[in-house]
């Protein structure tokens, strides 16, 4: 059945992405993947508030709060006050946060090209229409656009 095979092949993918640069990661000070997904989010978005987060991720705000207080401490973000005069101050990318959201999607971007490196371009270029395909289709059910550059 095809879609239990999907299923399998998926389950197999979360796991792969989850190791195939985690020895890097570790040996350079790389994010931690909450890390690297919010800076992500804010680095399209701009600066963000915990609620903004919290709407945009479908995550409560002490899940958050305790993210974004790690990212404070590593001095990938900062906060700042609402550039849009709101009450609420947003998280901001550092330099620092720029700097190793660069580094850490260097590497991935490394790591994908090792792992595709027998396939075609035009290989390439479907693979990754159907898994933008894919997500957008997650992201209509849950009702949460993922913002792309």
Not at 61 to 79: C, F, I, W, Y
Request: charged share 30%.
């Amino acid at each position: 059945m095809p879609i239990r095979r999907l299923e399998f092949e998926t389950m197999l993918l979360t796991r792969h992405a989850h190791l195939f640069n985690a020895p890097a990661r570790r040996a350079s000070r790389g994010l931690d993947r909450s890390a690297y997904v919010l800076l992500s989010r804010i680095e399209i978005e701009g600066p963000m508030s915990i609620a903004q987060l919290s709407a945009a991720f479908g995550l409560d705000s002490s899940t958050l709060s305790r993210q974004t207080s790690a990212m404070l401490r590593a001095g990938v973000v900062e906060r700042i006050p609402d550039p849009d005069g709101g009450i609420a101050r947003k998280f901001s990318i550092t330099d620092e946060g720029r700097r190793r959201l660069t580094e850490d999607r260097r590497r991935n971007a490394e790591a994908l090209a090792r792992i595709l490196s027998e396939w075609t371009a035009d290989d390439v270029a479907d693979f990754t229409a159907l898994l933008h395909r894919f997500n957008e289709d997650i992201e209509r059910l849950e009702g949460r656009p993922w913002p792309r550059p």
